[in-house]
């Protein structure tokens, strides 16, 4: 049966991808804005789904477990703190890196792993060599050697703010050693702290530290610093250094106002909050200073003060030796206190950002939309209604969700970021559904004179001065406008980017919060006005308007298609669908599903499928005939990649199809093609795959009754030289806009011949889109070829 072929053992596969899309391959992440998608990052399903609730969250670092404690404090104190912080309503976020992939959230299991691999490596030279100590330098190599490592706090902090968290907490900052002077022995953490605006809870500076130096140091980079209900900067086992806290906060409240209030300044630099050790632990703080400054005077003496990195860990172990244990309880006692405080200032950050209209962290940068325009109506707020010129006609495809105005910025030279630079800016329409639209649009309308109304996008623009270029880039484009509602009190969707000289990106600020305006009945009430033949939604819209387009759909029997996005959006449409009527399922055909199609990519499959896996909701429960499908696992690794299994892609997929969910998924796999899996029910059309002769990439699986089969078929990649790559925005959207488009014109993936012309028109989209320099290539010559059919009577 289909279970013997590891169908249902996908899941601890899936924790183990090593490969990722590059960030030049063919087909990059869908999303419009600067994300985690395409990037070798995973991030646990508890983690992603605090951020999408907005709930507290801390991160923690991992040099703990790997370098720091030995055992079995190494395997017992990451659990702690994680249940401290749990039992506060907050969720914990352990960074580590595991085979090269960065962990945001780490299982149990994997915890205790890194714990058996830092003591195996104290005691072995080549162990070592594979668990590295992971700070910001080391990220990328750590990835690409595909090791295992502990993040410091320079390395948690990276990715931290890389996944959107914003509070740390950690035992004790590095900061300058003794005799830098000479030895420019500097903690990255500094650096860190200087550029990287993540709040970081600790016990002050390691007393192994020249504390006196790590405070003009953080003052000359304009670090915020701050003792916690203290006037005094502590020193990791001592709550007092001889130094004061340069500014004193006196509740968790104060603190995270302090950090929302730097972000709303657009200053980069993180708070430093220094959290003195228990009051328990004083009496005993003189004594471990004194092992303390014993452990650094033979550190000079035999060298280990210039070992680099090696010399902390070195200090502790030998401190732990000279107070015989006793500091190793101090160490404990001081980071389990600054957990408590982290969940504390979470909680406060978190309630902070919903009483601001539930805006996220990004939203408070500056921003070229934050300013009402000078000539804004002052009359009252009327109620939102589409901005048309004329009444809504129909429509064969509606695309519903956000479109932006993307704005580039390229300096001309090298110059610092602390003053304006002579360069390129450049403003261009972007938005998954804006450029899912709009490459539907651009195939649709050079084939025949009506195909230019044949697209309408549903999507909410303010009424600002973006808004008017937004509205005048579709025009230009030939695009239907009477599909964009102006919500009151909004700012139109825009994402930001600076780039260097060189065109790699340096950091930016996607505003998307207007999605969540545009509201479900208005998109029920558009598609019963446009009697579309197909509904696509990004997973930028609400849960609730997501609800509501998957019921009208199914009630009226049209075809519907969800675009994910990016990870963390990809599980907007489960939960949606976690809250729909129950009747919405129970009497829903076993041949139907609740939405037709979806294209996402590997990262999104995996996300939503280890969502499935971990909740007990009946949504997800295989349907009955999925136990009747069998397959030989030699069949599989005969007909499909290598890659494909390995990477438990098409066992993730069949899993999928087996929910009432998806009826047909097209998977992109960056450069290494597209894998489709559907299961089909009909007879001429099963007979049509069934009869195919054997071949490489196709694998058609029977379930023993007539007319039921599943298809898995993988299309390798069109060719594509790197030097043709201008840019990598909107390859994925253009992809589904052309599968959208072909489908329209009557290519049903669910037969042989067109799944081939349909999959191969949809990647020449997404290469014409990476040889151009918006985000919606042409595709006007897609029309002319054998690959568009000629519009249907």
């Not at 999303?31 to 991160?59: C, F, M, N, W, Y």
């Not at 129909?394 to 610092?416: C, E, F, T």
């Not at 980017?497 to 790699?504: A, Q, V, Y």
């Given at each position: 049966?289909l279970?013997?072929?590891?169908?249902?053992?996908?899941?601890s596969?899936?924790?183990?991808?090593?490969?990722?899309?590059?960030?030049?391959?063919?087909?990059?992440?869908?999303?419009?804005?600067?994300?985690?998608?395409?990037?070798?990052?995973?991030?646990?399903?508890?983690?992603?789904?605090?951020?999408?609730?907005?709930?507290?969250?801390?991160?923690?670092?991992?040099?703990?477990?790997?370098?720091?404690?030995?055992?079995?404090?190494?395997?017992?104190?990451?659990?702690?703190?994680?249940?401290?912080?749990?039992?506060?309503?907050?969720?914990?976020?352990?960074i580590?890196?595991?085979?090269?992939?960065?962990?945001?959230?780490?299982?149990?299991?994997?915890?205790?792993y890194?714990?058996?691999?830092?003591?195996?490596?104290?005691?072995?030279?080549?162990?070592?060599?594979?668990?590295?100590?992971?700070?910001?330098?080391?990220?990328?190599?750590?990835?690409?050697?595909?090791?295992?490592?502990?993040?410091?706090?320079?390395?948690?902090?990276?990715?931290?703010?890389?996944a959107?968290?914003?509070?740390?907490?950690?035992?004790?900052?590095?900061?300058?050693?003794?005799?830098?002077?000479?030895?420019?022995?500097?903690?990255?953490?500094?650096?860190?702290?200087?550029?990287?605006?993540?709040?970081?809870?600790?016990?002050?500076?390691?007393?192994?530290?020249?504390?006196?130096?790590?405070?003009?140091?953080?003052?000359?980079?304009?670090?915020?610093?701050?003792?916690?209900?203290?006037?005094?900067?502590?020193?990791?086992?001592t709550?007092?250094?001889?130094?004061?806290?340069?500014?004193?906060?006196?509740?968790?409240?104060?603190?995270?106002?302090?950090?929302?209030?730097?972000?709303?300044?657009?200053?980069?630099?993180?708070?430093?909050?220094?959290?003195p050790?228990?009051?328990?632990?004083?009496?005993?703080?003189?004594?471990?200073?004194?092992a303390?400054?014993?452990?650094?005077?033979?550190?000079?003496?035999?060298?280990?003060?210039?070992?680099?990195?090696?010399?902390?860990?070195?200090?502790?172990?030998?401190?732990?030796?000279?107070?015989?244990?006793?500091?190793?309880?101090?160490?404990?006692?001081?980071?389990?206190?600054?957990?408590?405080?982290?969940?504390?200032?979470?909680?406060?950050?978190?309630?902070?950002?919903?009483e601001?209209?539930?805006?996220?962290?990004?939203?408070?940068?500056?921003?070229?939309?934050?300013?009402?325009?000078?000539?804004?109506?002052?009359?009252?707020?009327?109620?939102?209604?589409?901005?048309?010129?004329?009444?809504?006609?129909?429509?064969?495809?509606?695309v519903?969700?956000?479109?932006?105005?993307?704005?580039?910025?390229?300096?001309?030279?090298?110059?610092?970021?602390?003053?304006?630079?002579?360069?390129?800016?450049?403003?261009?329409?972007?938005?998954?559904?804006?450029?899912?639209?709009?490459?539907?649009?651009?195939?649709?309308?050079?084939?025949?004179?009506?195909?230019?109304?044949?697209?309408?996008?549903?999507?909410?623009?303010?009424?600002?001065?973006?808004?008017?270029?937004?509205?005048?880039?579709?025009?230009?484009?030939?695009?239907?406008?009477?599909?964009?509602?102006?919500?009151?009190?909004?700012?139109?969707?825009?994402?930001?980017?600076?780039?260097?000289?060189?065109?790699?990106?340096?950091?930016?600020?996607?505003?998307?919060?207007?999605?969540?305006?545009?509201?479900?009945?208005?998109?029920?009430?558009?598609?019963?006005?446009?009697?579309?033949?197909?509904?696509c939604?990004d997973?930028?819209?609400s849960?609730?308007?997501?609800?509501?387009?998957?019921?009208?759909?199914?009630?009226?029997?049209?075809?519907?298609?969800?675009?994910?996005?990016?990870?963390?959006?990809?599980?907007q449409?489960?939960?949606?669908?976690?809250?729909?009527?129950?009747?919405?399922?129970?009497?829903?055909p076993?041949?139907?599903?609740?939405?037709?199609?979806?294209?996402?990519?590997?990262?999104?499959?995996?996300?939503?499928?280890?969502?499935?896996?971990?909740?007990?909701?009946?949504?997800?429960?295989?349907?009955?005939?999925?136990?009747?499908?069998?397959?030989?696992?030699?069949?599989?690794?005969?007909?499909?990649?290598?890659?494909?299994?390995?990477?438990?892609?098409?066992?993730?997929?069949?899993?999928?199809?087996?929910?009432?969910?998806?009826?047909?998924?097209?998977?992109?796999?960056?450069?290494?093609?597209?894998?489709?899996?559907?299961?089909?029910?009909d007879?001429?059309?099963?007979?049509?795959?069934?009869?195919?002769?054997?071949?490489?990439?196709?694998?058609?699986?029977?379930?023993?009754?007539?007319?039921?089969?599943?298809?898995?078929?993988?299309?390798?990649?069109?060719?594509?030289?790197?030097?043709?790559?201008?840019n990598?925005?909107?390859?994925?959207?253009?992809?589904?806009?052309?599968?959208?488009?072909?489908?329209?014109?009557?290519?049903?993936?669910?037969?042989?011949?067109?799944?081939?012309?349909?999959?191969?028109?949809?990647?020449?989209?997404?290469?014409?889109?990476?040889?151009?320099?918006?985000?919606?290539?042409?595709?006007?010559?897609?029309?002319?070829?054998?690959l568009l059919?000629?519009?249907?009577?």
């Amino acid at each position: 049966m289909l279970r013997t072929t590891p169908l249902r053992t996908a899941r601890s596969r899936v924790r183990t991808f090593s490969n990722y899309a590059a960030v030049r391959s063919w087909a990059p992440s869908t999303t419009t804005r600067p994300s985690l998608a395409g990037l070798p990052i995973d991030v646990a399903p508890e983690v992603a789904q605090a951020q999408a609730d907005g709930k507290p969250i801390v991160a923690l670092e991992s040099t703990l477990i790997t370098h720091g404690l030995p055992p079995p404090h190494s395997q017992s104190l990451p659990r702690e703190c994680e249940d401290i912080l749990r039992a506060q309503g907050v969720t914990p976020a352990t960074i580590a890196i595991l085979n090269g992939r960065i962990k945001v959230g780490v299982e149990g299991k994997n915890l205790d792993y890194l714990a058996e691999r830092g003591w195996a490596a104290r005691k072995d030279k080549r162990a070592a060599e594979r668990l590295w100590k992971v700070g910001r330098r080391e990220l990328g190599a750590a990835v690409v050697k595909r090791l295992d490592g502990g993040t410091t706090v320079s390395g948690t902090m990276a990715v931290a703010h890389l996944a959107g968290i914003k509070i740390f907490s950690t035992g004790g900052i590095g900061g300058v050693h003794r005799g830098a002077e000479t030895s420019f022995d500097i903690s990255s953490d500094l650096i860190s702290l200087g550029d990287t605006p993540v709040a970081v809870v600790c016990a002050g500076s390691k007393s192994i530290l020249d504390i006196g130096l790590t405070l003009e140091y953080l003052e000359a980079h304009a670090v915020p610093v701050a003792g916690f209900k203290t006037s005094d900067w502590p020193a990791f086992y001592t709550a007092q250094s001889g130094f004061k806290a340069p500014m004193r906060l006196d509740s968790a409240a104060e603190v995270a106002e302090t950090i929302l209030m730097t972000d709303r300044l657009g200053l980069p630099s993180s708070l430093l909050l220094g959290n003195p050790i228990p009051a328990e632990y004083h009496a005993v703080g003189e004594e471990l200073q004194r092992a303390v400054d014993q452990a650094v005077a033979e550190s000079v003496e035999n060298g280990m003060a210039r070992s680099g990195k090696q010399v902390t860990p070195w200090l502790l172990q030998r401190v732990a030796e000279l107070s015989e244990g006793r500091s190793l309880a101090s160490n404990k006692a001081l980071i389990k206190n600054n957990v408590r405080v982290g969940g504390e200032v979470a909680i406060e950050y978190a309630r902070l950002l919903k009483e601001t209209h539930g805006l996220r962290a990004s939203s408070f940068a500056p921003s070229l939309t934050s300013m009402k325009p000078t000539h804004a109506p002052t009359a009252a707020p009327q109620e939102e209604a589409p901005r048309a010129i004329n009444p809504p006609a129909r429509a064969k495809i509606l695309v519903a969700g956000v479109l932006a105005v993307d704005i580039s910025m390229v300096p001309a030279a090298a110059s610092p970021l602390q003053t304006t630079a002579p360069g390129k800016v450049v403003l261009s329409l972007g938005g998954v559904a804006g450029n899912v639209a709009g490459a539907a649009h651009s195939i649709l309308a050079s084939a025949t004179p009506d195909g230019q109304h044949d697209v309408l996008l549903l999507a909410p623009v303010a009424e600002d001065t973006l808004g008017d270029v937004a509205r005048s880039g579709l025009s230009r484009r030939g695009m239907r406008t009477d599909g964009l509602v102006a919500p009151s009190e909004a700012r139109t969707a825009t994402c930001g980017i600076l780039l260097d000289e060189k065109g790699e990106l340096v950091g930016g600020i996607a505003d998307m919060d207007i999605a969540h305006q545009l509201d479900g009945a208005e998109i029920v009430k558009r598609i019963k006005i446009a009697q579309p033949e197909l509904v696509c939604c990004d997973g930028n819209l609400s849960q609730s308007a997501m609800r509501e387009i998957v019921t009208q759909c199914a009630l009226t029997n049209t075809s519907t298609f969800f675009e994910p996005t990016s990870n963390q959006k990809a599980l907007q449409l489960l939960r949606a669908l976690e809250g729909a009527d129950r009747s919405l399922t129970a009497h829903l055909p076993a041949t139907s599903s609740l939405v037709t199609f979806s294209a996402p990519n590997i990262h999104e499959l995996t996300q939503m499928y280890e969502h499935a896996c971990l909740s007990e909701h009946a949504l997800y429960a295989a349907r009955e005939w999925f136990d009747y499908y069998t397959v030989s696992a030699q069949d599989l690794a005969l007909r499909l990649p290598k890659w494909v299994l390995d990477e438990g892609l098409a066992q993730m997929a069949i899993r999928m199809l087996a929910t009432s969910i998806f009826g047909a998924l097209f998977i992109k796999s960056g450069s290494r093609g597209v894998l489709v899996a559907q299961r089909i029910s009909d007879v001429d059309q099963s007979s049509e795959w069934t009869s195919l002769r054997k071949s490489k990439g196709t694998v058609v699986i029977r379930s023993g009754a007539p007319g039921d089969v599943i298809v898995l078929k993988h299309f390798a990649a069109l060719p594509l030289q790197e030097q043709e790559i201008r840019n990598v925005t909107g390859a994925g959207d253009n992809l589904a806009g052309a599968l959208l488009a072909g489908m329209s014109r009557g290519l049903s993936p669910a037969l042989p011949a067109d799944m081939d012309r349909l999959v191969e028109l949809a990647q020449q989209a997404a290469i014409n889109t990476l040889k151009s320099d918006e985000a919606v290539g042409d595709h006007s010559l897609l029309s002319q070829g054998r690959l568009l059919p000629g519009p249907r009577s």
